[in-house]
């Protein structure tokens, strides 16, 4: 018998009415669990008035603000589907995913209006609606004050898709990850009991929402205990260190890719800010390094990886707290209803703690891709997906994520993974961001190129760089090449864009040593 979906807003406003669910750090708005249900509901009768129903979908683009789970939580009441637009994409980017998605109406912050007149021109979305920060007379705030606040759910079970996750895009397309009702809730459930969610947790939300990170870790998964989040609109480290530093608002949980931890602890306020009431601190996304791992550990932040990806809701895998200082650089064990393994190229299961391909399988994983059939049989072999990560399995089972697959370069016959040089680089005290890419080479086939971003005030010679290398390195991974710009490339979430690097230096004429 299928399992039915629960309205989280309606339970919450039942149990806690008057608990602040929601704080815009921004412009210090709060949102109480009642309100949250309440908006949710006009939502939901606006959006049924103007013929959206169960499967339609609804496009969402907007920062980090309350309006996001008012959209989210709306589609889930209504049945519909809600589809969390990147806003740092371009309009021909964008154009492709609502083109490919088709959504029946676009919900839109103000500062986004210049892009939406650009896609209503290519688009063929039939309504829009805009949000305005701190205005009462917004189009959004008119239509859910206009709109009945009962609201008759449709029924959804967990096998309903509730969402539409697009993918960054490294080749080709962007896919779009199916997100079931079922995979958000066994989220909250891996993801939140080894995190210490409960309702009296507080978490700074810092990663943009439309990505999963961002949503999901932890945010949905305290919204469903009953906790509260902080939103941040934009990261800014110190105004981040300041947040946590705040005993009146008391941040127990944070989660972040590697930038935002690395950004944090490189600003003078971080020595000291009183990171004592946190109890949670998850990072993910991307290869940690271990200089970062380390720093926060020391400061009595039991900071801890994991590992995951859109298509896994996105817990794959956690490091609990007890193991993070014995297990530096684990990603950790699977989630409690999730299986992983590790395979070679032939398919086989790697047992003695060698390099290969991860896969995972659960109830946690999506059905697939959004219009694309072709894109979700490539990704599974059987019932198990492929993830394209680079991983082995030590001989206490946990897990360690040496790369991305596509990340990896190969140097006169050898494997070499970039995140493996990039901690070596960060040993040199010198060094603020690093990354290794491979670019062609006439006798290796591909050696690396060490591109480095300084700490403000600091020279760092080419030369010490690659002596460095050599004292602590194989002499195939050591980076033939260094060059140092101003900043490394990155996404909205803080992952390095390996692909602008090898667009930008990938056949460039350089130089063994610049």
């Known amino acids: 018998?299928?399992?039915?979906?629960?309205?989280?807003?309606?339970?919450?406003?039942?149990?806690?009415p008057d608990k602040v669910a929601i704080l815009d750090s921004d412009n210090q708005q709060t949102l109480t669990y009642k309100q949250l249900n309440t908006r949710a509901n006009q939502l939901g009768s606006w959006l049924n008035a103007n013929g959206i129903k169960k499967g339609d979908r609804v496009a969402i683009l907007m920062p980090n603000c309350p309006e996001f789970f008012e959209a989210q939580f709306a589609c889930s009441k209504i049945g519909a589907i809600c589809?969390?637009?990147?806003?740092?994409?371009?309009a021909p980017e964008l154009d492709y995913i609502l083109n490919d998605s088709t959504p029946s109406v676009v919900i839109y912050d103000e500062k986004f209006s210049e892009l939406i007149v650009k896609l209503k021109t290519t688009c063929a979305v039939p309504t829009y609606l805009e949000i305005a920060e701190n205005k009462s007379d917004s189009p959004y705030e008119a239509g859910i004050s206009a709109s009945s606040e009962t609201l008759t759910p449709t029924p959804c079970t967990h096998d309903d898709t509730s969402m539409i996750m697009y993918t960054s895009g490294t080749t080709g397309h962007p896919k779009g990850a199916l997100i079931t009702h079922g995979m958000t809730f066994y989220n909250c459930v891996n993801l939140g009991i080894p995190a210490g969610v409960s309702s009296k947790a507080i978490q700074l939300v810092v990663l943009p929402l439309f990505h999963t990170g961002g949503l999901n870790c932890y945010a949905n998964p305290?919204?469903?205990?009953?906790?509260?989040?902080?939103?941040?609109?934009?990261f800014d480290p110190g105004r981040a260190l300041g947040l946590i530093n705040d005993a009146e608002i008391g941040i127990t949980h944070f989660f972040a890719v590697p930038a935002p931890y690395q950004f944090m602890m490189q600003h003078p306020d971080f020595d000291t800010t009183d990171l004592s009431r946190i109890v949670g601190a998850g990072v993910g996304g991307a290869p940690c390094a271990e200089t970062i791992l380390t720093t926060w550990l020391q400061r009595g932040v039991p900071l801890v990886q994991g590992w995951g990806m859109t298509e896994t809701s996105p817990g794959g895998t956690a490091l609990e707290a007890d193991d993070a200082l014995r297990k530096i650089g684990s990603a950790g064990k699977a989630l409690m209803h999730t299986e992983i393994k590790v395979i070679d190229d032939s398919g086989d299961e790697i047992t003695d703690g060698g390099v290969g391909e991860l896969l995972i399988r659960g109830p946690n994983i999506t059905p697939g891709y959004?219009?694309?059939?072709?894109?979700?049989k490539k990704t599974f072999t059987d019932d198990w997906l492929m993830t394209g990560d680079a991983a082995r399995v030590d001989e206490e089972?946990?897990?360690?994520?040496?790369?991305?697959?596509?990340?990896m370069y190969i140097s006169g016959g050898e494997n070499v993974y970039p995140a493996e040089v990039e901690n070596i680089l960060y040993q040199?005290?010198?060094?603020?961001e690093a990354a290794i890419i491979g670019v062609p080479d006439e006798r290796w086939g591909e050696t690396g190129k060490a591109v480095l971003v300084l700490k403000q005030g600091q020279r760092l010679e080419a030369d010490t760089v690659i002596q460095h290398c050599i004292q602590n390195l194989a002499k195939f991974k050591v980076p033939q090449t260094v060059e140092f710009i101003e900043a490394l490339p990155r996404n909205a979430t803080g992952k390095v864009l390996k692909r602008t690097l090898r667009d930008q230096y990938v056949g460039k004429d350089t130089p063994a040593v610049t």
Request: net charge negative; glycine share 4%; aromatic share 14%.
């Open 1 to 16: 018998m299928p399992v039915p979906y629960y309205d989280w807003t309606e339970h919450n406003a039942n149990i806690r």
């Open 83 to 90: 589809l969390p637009l990147n806003w740092r994409l371009t």
């Open 222 to 234: 305290i919204l469903h205990a009953g906790g509260q989040i902080v939103l941040m609109r934009d």
């Open 370 to 376: 959004w219009n694309n059939p072709e894109a979700t």
């Open 397 to 407: 089972g946990f897990l360690y994520i040496v790369d991305r697959w596509k990340d």
């Open 428 to 432: 040199l005290p010198e060094v603020a």
